[in-house]
């Protein structure tokens, strides 16, 4: 079975620039999570979707982050400027239901690293 | 608000000894909690999941135990490996909110 793939895989822009992040869930998998892990923290959830609707995005700086799910598969995650603090890897998880039972255990992809300078 | 604690930050360990890994959190109204591994520069692999409902998990060589009351969690690591060397990451499911701690970065020594 593949796994959670994510594209770039490292990206280093200046601030105010643009930038977005891809990812392909595992095939099946209803829930998809994004996830901002600075160095040194544990992830942080920006975004949760079930198929093409939005569960939880009370983390998610809307003013210049925004995110979308097509078709419930693949998504998005643009950064729109990007600022300094924005430097962190971003995670793309996904499972299979979101509550109950090991439809809950979440996969991550590898991660895609930004550097803002 | 959910606050995910995990202590220590770090531990070196020589190989083959048994170890423990602490986690704690403060609101006990949880549907489950989560323990991960973090590679450097990887994603997160998972390790156990274990509903609020359950005491224990175990696989293989791993045992994570939960006590709701309490707000503690614990991941026991029997016979320890070089090959375990990593951050070990608990996270909090709760009111369909996601918290993690910050991870206990775990060194086997050879």
């Known amino acids: 079975e593949a796994g959670v793939a994510q594209s770039p895989r490292y990206k280093i822009i200046e601030k105010r620039q643009s930038v977005a992040f891809w990812c392909n869930p595992i095939s099946g998998h209803a829930t998809l999570y994004w996830y901002q892990q600075i160095l040194g923290q544990g992830p942080k959830l920006l975004i949760q979707f079930q198929n093409n609707g939005v569960v939880d995005d009370s983390q998610l700086p809307k003013d210049r982050f925004s995110a979308e799910r097509l078709k419930g598969v693949d998504s998005t995650l643009k950064i729109q400027p990007a600022k300094l603090e924005d430097s962190a890897v971003y995670l793309c998880?996904?499972?299979?239901?979101?509550?109950?039972?090991?439809?809950?255990?979440?996969?991550f992809g590898p991660g895609t690293r930004l550097t803002v300078l | 608000k959910q606050e995910v604690t995990q202590i220590p930050a770090a531990l070196s360990v020589p190989e083959g000894e048994n170890l423990v890994l602490n986690c704690s959190f403060t609101d006990s109204a949880i549907y489950n909690l989560q323990w991960f591994r973090q590679d450097p520069g990887k994603g997160l692999t998972s390790l156990l999941l274990i509903q609020s409902s359950q005491r224990e998990q175990t696989s293989g060589r791993l045992n994570a135990s939960l006590d709701k009351s309490s707000g503690r969690s614990t991941l026991y690591i029997a016979a320890s490996q070089p090959g375990d060397s990593a951050t070990y990451l608990c996270a909090v499911k709760g009111d369909d909110k996601i918290i993690f701690g910050k991870g206990t970065r775990l060194h086997i020594l050879p």
């Open positions: 998880a996904s499972s299979l239901a979101i509550r109950g039972g090991r439809g809950d255990t979440q996969y």
